[in-house]
């Protein structure tokens, strides 16, 4: 079994606008049941976290810069841990994710483990 | 005048606190002795009670012989004679030997802190819940054997083992120091969680029996509660788990001993005293922020006392399950989530992603797929029906899943 990395990237504008607490649960639960379905599998490794629409940049010689960032359209809005055998499995499981129905994506990363 | 349930019902109350107070009295080495004494006290009481009659107080009458007893094995057994006596003598020059205290407290403190010297990580799960039943609850091993559905040999040997290796270590009958309670604590609440689960989920056919497991469960969580330092969250939500669970006891299963699965409970059965008291414990759960499998747990089982079928409840129930999955993989865990998913998001969505649980080998899986076939495709349904009968070692379960598969096929 190897571990996978899923982030999951989305537009920068869409990420930053406003919800109503009805639709923030909604999500939330699309969201819930689609890590409990990986979960119930036995392959989730961590629940990861969401991350803050904005951020810093910090570059070579001290450059700090503000995100949400120009020259890309596209943020991280979160990561998971899953294991699998493949990354086919891993992108298989992948299937289903909220942020596809956004127009967002998810992208699959092998772990490398150090020892 | 004939009292023949008397002695008995004694023997499970009383045996087990002489032996918590006699071996904290003696010390862990000589748990064999507490136990030994204990068990002459029960023999004087049935053949003295049976010619005499009974005494006004029986349980101040078995105290009294097992005081006794106590202190006339300290006078006369050498090792305490040499070694521990004439400390007690230094200690205290009236030469006065302290009695051992058989008061409403010392019981308890003295069960509580067996409770922490039995549920100690140098002995295996299994033998502590085992353990916890011998030496807490009064049950012989004749009885765990029954529960656990193996053999006499098994249990005793087990049950020798684990004392060997409680005395050959000299386990203190302690509280643990106060910050190694939460972890000790938890390794008490899971021996307790296991003891529940034992007699709640046993194929055992004495139902008594294994309503005395579950009851003997929740005593020993109650006494956690009565002290301050193991009244924790994490205690209160057990309890209330097994308060909702235990409230079906009568419900679960007909007169012939077969399974009523929850859909077809009858709610009259279900004890609502019980269901109060878990409300009770749950609330007080709630305090701290640490959020435990039990608050999960205990919060599911709340979901459960409410018979009807609403789309908030399954909503709920679905929503702690995928919690719960994160904190703590478990296959049942897994299908119960699964069935709720089907249940708030329909049958097609709980199919989908029951058939990606691949437990091909899990009886519960089958009968999860059995289940949610049999409202769309009767042969599937079938196919997992047989499956599950292939799988189950119960005939009384294996008439219950061909009875499912005859009315379908009508």
């Known amino acids: 079994m190897n571990d996978f990395l899923l982030v999951f990237r989305n537009d920068v504008a869409l990420s930053q606008t406003q919800m109503s607490p009805d639709q923030m649960q909604t999500m939330m639960k699309t969201w819930m049941d689609w890590i409990g379905g990986i979960a119930a599998q036995n392959k989730l490794v961590s629940p990861g976290n969401r991350l803050a629409p904005s951020g810093k940049v910090l570059a070579t010689n001290n450059v700090i810069t503000d995100g949400p960032f120009v020259e890309i359209k596209e943020a991280i809005g979160g990561y998971i841990i899953v294991k699998a055998e493949t990354i086919d499995e891993a992108t298989q499981l992948s299937h289903g994710c909220p942020i596809l129905d956004v127009g967002g994506t998810v992208e699959i990363r092998m772990i490398i483990k150090m020892d | 005048m004939e009292q023949p349930s008397l002695l008995p019902d004694l023997f499970r109350t009383e045996y087990s606190k002489i032996v918590a107070v006699l071996c904290k009295y003696f010390g862990m080495p000589f748990l064999e002795q507490a136990e030994d004494i204990a068990s002459e006290t029960f023999l004087l009481a049935s053949n003295t009670w049976g010619l005499k009659g009974l005494p006004n107080n029986p349980t101040a009458w078995l ?10 094995f300290i006078k006369h057994n050498q090792v305490f004679k ?5 400390e007690i003598l230094v200690a205290s020059p009236t030469a006065y030997v302290p009695e051992p205290d058989l008061s409403p407290s010392n019981i308890m403190d003295s069960q509580l802190k067996m409770m922490f010297a039995i549920c100690n990580p140098i002995i295996p799960v299994e033998a502590q819940v085992g353990l916890a039943l011998n030496i807490l609850c009064g049950f012989g091993a004749d009885e765990i054997a029954e529960a656990f559905l193996t053999n006499r040999d098994v249990i005793y040997k087990r049950l020798q083992r684990a004392k060997q290796k409680l005395r050959d270590e000299n386990i ?4 643990p120091v106060q910050n190694e309670i939460p972890l000790r604590l ?5 021996t307790i969680y296991l003891l529940f689960n034992e007699g709640y989920y046993s194929a055992s056919q004495n139902k008594t ?3 005395d497991l579950c009851l003997e469960a929740m005593r020993l969580n109650v006494l956690l509660l009565e002290h301050q330092n193991t009244n924790t969250a994490e205690s209160n939500a057990l309890l209330a788990l097994m308060c909702f669970h235990a409230s079906r006891f009568e419900a679960r299963s007909n007169n012939n001993g077969e399974i009523v699965l929850y859909e077809e409970q009858d709610e009259q059965l279900w004890n609502k005293p019980l269901i109060q008291k878990g409300e009770y414990y749950l609330n007080h759960s709630a305090k701290g922020s640490h959020i435990s499998t039990y608050h999960i747990e205990a919060a599911i089982a709340y979901w459960h006392t409410h018979k009807q079928d609403t789309v908030e409840k399954w909503e709920n129930i679905l929503q702690l399950y995928n919690k719960l999955l994160q904190i703590q993989y478990t296959p049942i865990t897994a299908l ?7 249940k708030v998001n329909g049958v097609d969505e709980g199919i989908l992603d029951a058939e990606k649980l691949k437990l091909i080998n899990n009886k519960m899986y089958h009968v999860l797929l059995g289940k949610l076939y049999n409202e769309v495709n009767q042969m599937q349904a079938n196919y997992h029906w047989e499956f ?3 799988l189950s070692k119960s005939d009384t379960e294996k008439a219950y899943f061909k009875s499912v598969i005859n009315k379908l096929s009508k």
């Not at chain 2, 203190?172 to 509280?175: A, G, K, L, V, Y």
């Not at chain 2, 938890?186 to 899971?190: F, I, K, R």
């Not at chain 2, 119960?336 to 089907?342: E, P």
């Open chain 2, 63 to 72: 105290y009294t012989v097992a005081k006794n007893k106590a202190i006339d």
């Open chain 2, 82 to 86: 040499q070694k521990v006596y004439p």
């Open chain 2, 172 to 175: 203190s009958i302690d509280f």
């Open chain 2, 186 to 190: 938890s390794a008490v609440l899971t």
């Open chain 2, 209 to 211: 029996l294994r309503k």
């Open chain 2, 336 to 342: 119960n989530r699964t069935f709720a998913l089907s």
């Open chain 2, 388 to 390: 599950a009968i292939k």
